[in-house]
């Protein structure tokens, strides 16, 4: 692994000033320096390489031009922002990446004074941008404000609406679209900069004023020359020039630009930073530049766990994602009404599989969990079984349409939800812990939590197939037990370990704690596989005793244990409901078991919390 100590022009730049100091030959050298310092140091780390070894000389070329401890840039997503972390004073502790107390994957306010925005889910820098540079009118601050987003962000409607509020307001945002994706030929992208200069110059924007204002008082004629040259040149523009959309929306654009040309990216920066106007850089890089494992496959290196930094594998092992989505290709086999809908996430939830084999029923609509929901919606009323493979965290984007177009209807529209419950390294932004206590709320949602690999797949067969209405079915990133299912419904909770004084009721992967912990205690233990419809036989029989402790690796607030609760306070039971779950507070990175000692889901706070109430009926 390469150090810090072995650093040669790394480790001199304590700040983005010592940047200014270094040759345009010493800053390529330094841009190769930092990726194979990411490489090293995220191979041991796991994160988001690809994007990041993508941005390498944008995130350069502004700092160099900028003072980003004054003037803002808000990063889209927040994944591309680990060279950003390193040319401003935290290169020496970058081996803490995304572990507990270490640097954070995602900008962070109270890391850096650098860091303008906590960002982790998409599409929301311009939005942020446009309320930074709002405050600075009305407190007289004058500085300049840059949004860089990626081509995938760009395909949220949100960062729409934001580009329509700048252009329509004028205001002088610099917004720097990174494209890796897009291929433009070099006689249009050299066009395109020539233009792109023009254009940014104030004597050719005080000369087109000015040709356009004398036109007009020619006698007789004026106007109408003026307004044919007008038409002329839009006819010529959209066909020479890319990315029309943003001139109509009253941004300049300028592009687009190689954005791994380390001068030309700082050239094209001095020039917007000039312009008192909204502006677009259309950048066009390479996701994992630099290191040929990421450039051949940067979907895998979006997002990657430990690999080896050499030969660029990694440790694979089948996961819930993968089970779920397998099960998904069989039952779409057999039933052709099934369609699998993913925003933007085919690899991530698992469903390549199944795009590769139904490509016809399968469906990315981008950046946009809102459309998806509402999409899924309106298929499901026309006969077919949409089954949206979502993170948790991602879902919370939609909930309206959850509410407004699926629940109210009351349609069959099936949701995987991925990544649910706590989520280790990727932190607060990515955890999955608030769907329960937000789809309780919802009519005719049914919550499905398996605790093992056949329950999950069982859910799955049942939400598809015996099931008329929307249902959620939540698992986590990793894996789940493997171990055989009963002969019930999955509707109906399996009874572990008979009745006590003391029960436990846990759901989805607490399970598998729970029987580490109970099976040589002398209390009853039931797996809730279904949170909702709750199983009232179960809740009738458990009434009766002294404690019952639920277990959700969900927020407590209005969860599973509350519901619980809720359960018994309406029928009159005396028994005492302890809700174990995550509280309702900030969870930091780290890894999942330290989150679950945190939150009392670690196998030996569990203990801690069932023995006390043992040991309280019986002193």
């Not at 929901?373 to 298929?379: K, P």
Request: aromatic share 8%.
């Amino acid at each position: 692994m390469m150090t810090y100590e072995e650093l040669d022009l790394l480790k001199g730049i304590r700040s983005p000033e010592d940047l200014k100091k270094l040759s345009e030959k010493e800053l390529n050298d330094l841009a190769e320096e930092i990726r194979r310092y990411m490489v090293s140091t995220v191979s041991k780390t796991g994160g988001h390489l690809a994007s990041n070894l993508g941005v390498v000389e944008i995130t350069i070329a502004l700092h160099r031009v900028f003072d980003l401890k004054n003037d803002r840039v808000v990063f889209d997503v927040g994944h591309q922002s680990y060279v950003h972390k390193l040319l401003t004073g935290r290169a020496e502790n970058f081996s803490t990446l995304r572990q507990r107390g270490g640097i954070a994957g995602f900008p962070k306010t109270t890391e850096s004074e650098y860091d303008a925005f906590n960002t982790g889910h998409s599409s929301t820098s311009i939005s942020a941008a446009i309320g930074i540079m709002r405050s600075d009118a009305i407190k007289g601050i004058k500085r300049s404000v840059i949004a860089l987003i990626g081509d995938g962000a760009l395909t949220g409607g949100m960062a729409y609406e934001a580009l329509d509020d700048v252009g329509q307001q004028g205001l002088p945002l610099i917004v720097i679209l990174n494209d890796n994706e897009m291929s433009i030929s070099g006689n249009v992208g050299g066009m395109s900069r020539h233009l792109a200069k023009m254009r940014s110059a104030r004597g050719y924007r005080s000369f087109k004023k000015g040709f356009a204002s004398a036109l007009r008082h020619i006698p007789l004629i004026g106007k109408w020359l003026s307004n044919r040259l007008e038409r002329l040149k839009n006819r010529i523009k959209y066909f020479v020039l890319p990315n029309v959309l943003f001139e109509e929306l009253g941004f300049t654009y300028l592009g687009p630009i190689n954005g791994h040309d380390l001068h030309s990216m700082t050239q094209v920066l001095e020039f917007a930073k000039q312009m008192d106007r909204p502006v677009v850089i259309h950048a066009i890089t390479k996701k994992g530049k630099g290191y040929a494992p990421a450039e051949k496959d940067p979907e895998r290196f979006h997002g990657i766990g430990k690999f080896d930094e050499a030969t660029g594998e990694s440790v694979s092992s089948i996961g819930n994602s993968s089970i779920f989505a397998d099960e998904l290709v069989k039952l779409a086999g057999t039933d052709k009404k099934i369609v699998a809908i993913t925003a933007a996430m085919a690899s991530g939830t698992g469903l390549s599989a199944f795009k590769d084999k139904y490509p016809t029923r399968f469906f990315d609509v981008g950046i946009a969990e809102q459309h998806a929901v509402t999409m899924a919606a309106g298929m499901a009323l026309s006969g077919t079984v949409p089954v949206f493979c979502v993170y948790s965290s991602f879902l919370q984007r939609a909930y309206d349409q959850v509410l407004h177009d699926v629940c109210l209807q009351n349609l069959k529209v099936v949701f995987g939800l991925d990544r649910a419950g706590l989520v280790g390294a990727d932190g607060e932004t990515h955890h999955g812990i608030y769907d329960i206590s937000y789809l309780m709320s919802l009519p005719n949602m049914v919550i499905l939590s398996p605790s093992s690999r056949e329950e999950l797949r069982a859910s799955l067969r049942w939400a598809v197939s015996e099931n008329s209405s929307p249902c959620a079915i939540r698992y986590n990133r990793g894996v789940l037990e493997d171990r055989p299912m009963d002969d019930g419904s999955i509707l109906s909770w399996e009874c572990i370990k008979p009745f006590r004084s003391v029960c436990v009721i846990a759901t989805g992967r607490t399970v598998t704690t729970a029987i580490e912990v109970c099976t040589d205690l002398n209390v009853g233990l039931y797996n809730a596989r279904s949170i909702r419809p709750m199983d009232e036989s179960v809740l009738e029989t458990v009434s009766r005793a002294h404690y019952i402790v639920t277990v959700e690796d969900g927020v407590v607030n209005d969860g599973f244990g509350t519901q619980v609760a809720a359960y018994m306070s309406m029928h009159g039971s005396g028994a005492k409901v302890i809700p174990v779950g995550v509280p309702n507070r900030v969870i930091e990175q780290g890894t999942v078991s330290q989150q679950d000692d945190e939150c009392g889901l670690s196998k030996e706070k569990l203990a801690e919390t069932v023995k006390s109430l043992i040991g309280g009926i019986y002193a």
